[in-house]
């Protein structure tokens, strides 16, 4: 019984998985995630009128950090802008798609990507008579950027779960997944997040802040449970899974992505090399490896678009086998 999500597994997750589970600290506000989690897919799922259910993906962004006290003052963290997550979430929502985006706080959010770095302070000012006005310059990308998050979410196409570490990121996941379960084929994991890959178990971190007076810190790192299997055996099944590997040195990249898609059988490995993430990335799946480049005659394009046009094809393919 897994009384986080109030469900009976079929099969028991393996025990290092059952294990990180079980001695992480309790997410705050589980109950309150998981309704939300209901309601936005039973919501998308007969959506009003005559409306056929939608597709609903989970686009995860950003980095998670691996805390190194409870009352953490330190930790490690993981890079990622949140750009990937950000642009892909708007162009699956274009494409029609419910979109759960699972984003680290403070990491670039959907239809802000053409406000200036601080847009409280940029982008208004406070005139004679006291009220708010928007400043010249940013006029056009603070209304398009505030009309189509407000229609996103009021339209019921949005959900954003925030968090910070690598515990809040896999229980939300775990919960996603398992509130997806019943959509089957409809279901789509796009996993942009960069996941730390070791941590330090909850149990024995230290509690307070780490003193510097003792000299070298000796810290044992474990290795974070590979979840992506967990998530195509369990959680979710029938989900298209799309997951990312980033590295620096181009000779591995391929043969990486090439072992991720094998080990979690995933449907596509999305392989993409630091400097150049902005520019291309390849596909790689069970037979090709598709290379996706952003125009370059065009200033303000970007990956994401012809990125998110291959998914969508692949995975309305996927819908129709599966309905066989
Ligand atoms: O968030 P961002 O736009 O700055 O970068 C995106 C990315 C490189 C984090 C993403 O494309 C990715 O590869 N994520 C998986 C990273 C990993 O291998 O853990």
């Known amino acids: 019984m897994d009384s986080r999500n109030g469900s009976v597994s079929e099969?028991?997750?393996?025990?290092?998985?059952?294990?990180?589970?079980?001695?992480a600290p309790p997410l705050k506000d589980s109950a309150g995630i998981i309704k939300k989690l209901k309601e936005f897919i039973e919501y998308n799922s007969t959506p009003p009128g005559k409306g056929s259910p939608r597709r609903v993906v989970c686009v995860t962004s950003g980095g998670t950090t691996v805390p190194l006290e409870q009352r953490c003052v330190r930790y490690i963290d993981n890079f990622s802008s949140g750009h990937r997550?950000?642009?892909?979430?708007?162009?699956?929502?274009?494409?029609?798609?419910?979109?759960?985006?699972?984003?680290?706080?403070?990491?670039?959010?959907?239809y802000c990507q053409s406000l200036p770095e601080d847009p409280l302070l940029e982008c208004f000012e406070c005139s004679e008579d006291s009220t708010i006005q928007v400043?010249?310059?940013?006029?056009?990308?603070?209304?398009?950027?505030?009309?189509?998050?407000?229609?996103?979410?009021?339209?019921?196409?949005?959900?954003?779960l925030p968090f910070t570490t690598i515990f809040e990121y896999l229980q939300i996941l775990q919960s996603i997944?398992?509130?997806?379960?019943?959509l089957g084929s409809l279901a789509v994991f796009y996993l942009a997040a960069a996941v730390s890959d070791f941590y330090v178990p909850w149990k024995s971190m230290a509690e307070h802040k780490i003193q510097s007076a003792s000299g070298p810190l000796d810290m044992r790192l474990v290795q974070v449970p590979k979840m992506l299997s967990a998530l195509k055996k369990e959680w979710a099944p029938m989900a298209f899974c799309i997951s990312f590997k980033l590295e620096t040195d181009?000779?591995?990249?391929?043969?990486?992505?090439?072992?991720?898609?094998?080990?979690?059988?995933?449907?596509?490995?999305?392989?993409?090399?630091?400097?150049?993430r902005k520019e291309e990335v390849t596909v790689v799946t069970g037979n090709e490896k598709i290379l996706v480049c952003r125009d370059k005659t065009q200033a303000d394009s970007d990956v994401e678009e012809p990125l998110i046009e291959l998914i969508v094809g692949r995975h309305s393919a996927y819908v129709k086998d599966s309905d066989l």
């Open 177 to 182: 997944a398992m509130s997806m379960k019943d």
């Open 11 to 23: 099969t028991p997750l393996d025990a290092e998985i059952e294990s990180f589970f079980d001695s």
């Open 135 to 160: 400043r010249q310059p940013h006029t056009e990308a603070v209304k398009r950027a505030v009309s189509d998050h407000h229609a996103a979410i009021a339209g019921g196409h949005l959900l954003k």
């Open 85 to 110: 997550g950000a642009t892909s979430t708007e162009y699956f929502i274009k494409a029609g798609y419910a979109v759960i985006f699972l984003y680290r706080r403070g990491t670039f959010q959907p």
């Open 250 to 276: 181009s000779k591995i990249l391929l043969e990486k992505a090439e072992m991720a898609l094998k080990k979690y059988r995933m449907h596509m490995v999305v392989a993409n090399e630091l400097s150049t």
